[in-house]
């Protein structure tokens, strides 16, 4: 066994993938040698497997999506990164407009089996332009697959699964997890993860709590104190976050009947507003109190300055804080 990190977890799965699939390349923006990634989530893979396979892109994320997206549709694989999920914006039309349409206008005939890996979320001093979540711009895209790994576990296994994927896959990674969690993983192990399937995390019978990214890393962590005042909670990692495995989350909150959904992004009009739907369609009898949501305030963007982005960011004694309030509702 080895005791690896976030990041490390990244590096392992493109790593494995390059080695079994030859047609796989890598690149984006500093991603080949010798940077390996404004993060060095692929540092040391253009050393391993050249130049031609692990490379530096222009600065132009329409061309990194149109490159991939071309190598996709040639019968390659190919994995993009745009250094943050801030930068994905401009390369919008190529993602939804050709690569999430490709299937369905070729009638099956043509695929683009592409990764666009891009890190997101605040709490790292990026201000407006380094901090952004962007997953609700692509979720609810027909022919498009959203993904976001909480664990170091899934982080490896998720985008191994996403590489080996016929459909184009987005692959955000909240930048704070990078060396913030840590888990044993045995070197040899194959590990894929399922790409459409919420995960539940720890077993309740009070409350159930659904989050992805840096926020279910703190509803774990308040999970465990207030048990120790008796209250169990359910938590969910939703981690697809489109298409979402509806049979889990709708068990998830019948088995409970209170159910707070926790994200980081702006409230409104993001992934915790479908997830509220759909539980309302298909549990609201079975709910013992309103669901509730803790998510980012609906500012345009995170600010620079440090108070205030704090201000911004979703805390972890707001979440227990609301767990709390919701078991004794």
């Known amino acids: 066994m080895a005791t690896i990190d976030y990041l490390q977890a990244l590096n392992q799965a493109l790593d494995e993938e390059l080695a079994q699939d030859d047609t796989l390349t890598v690149f984006g923006e500093d991603v080949g040698a010798p940077k390996g990634g404004v993060f060095n989530v692929t540092q040391g893979l253009a050393e391993k497997y050249g130049d031609l396979r692990v490379f530096n892109t222009p600065l132009s994320e329409a061309e990194i999506a149109g490159l991939a997206i071309g190598l996709g549709v040639s019968g390659h694989h190919a994995v993009a990164e745009f250094q943050f999920a801030d930068y994905i914006l401009p390369a919008t039309n190529q993602i939804i407009s050709e690569a999430a349409r490709m299937r369905y206008r070729s009638q099956g005939d043509w695929s683009a089996p592409v990764v666009f890996r891009a890190p997101y979320g605040g709490g790292v001093g990026g201000g407006f332009y380094h901090s952004q979540s962007t997953e609700k711009v692509f979720v609810g895209q027909p022919g498009l697959r959203v993904v976001t790994p909480s664990t170091v576990r899934d982080a490896k296994g998720l985008l191994k699964s996403a590489i080996r994927c016929a459909d184009p896959v987005l692959f955000f990674e909240h930048k704070r997890l990078y060396h913030s969690i840590k888990t044993d993983i045995d070197p040899d192990e194959e590990i894929l993860t399922p790409i459409d399937k919420a995960q539940v995390l720890r077993q309740g019978t009070d409350i159930t709590v659904m989050s992805y990214g840096i926020t279910l890393q703190y509803v774990l962590q308040a999970a465990e ?51 509220s739907a759909i539980i309302s369609e298909q549990a609201l009898f079975d709910l013992d109190a309103p669901i509730k949501r803790l998510a980012g305030p609906d500012s345009p963007a995170m600010p620079y300055a440090k108070n205030l982005e704090q201000a911004f960011l979703v805390q972890p004694d707001q979440v227990k804080q609301a767990m709390q309030e919701l078991a004794e509702f």
């Open 225 to 275: 104190e207030l048990a120790k005042s008796g209250i169990q909670t359910e938590v969910v990692d939703i981690r697809s976050l489109y298409p979402l495995d509806e049979a889990t989350i709708v068990a998830a909150a019948k088995k409970t009947g209170k159910v707070l959904l926790v994200n980081e992004d702006n409230k409104e009009g993001g992934v915790l507003g479908e997830i």
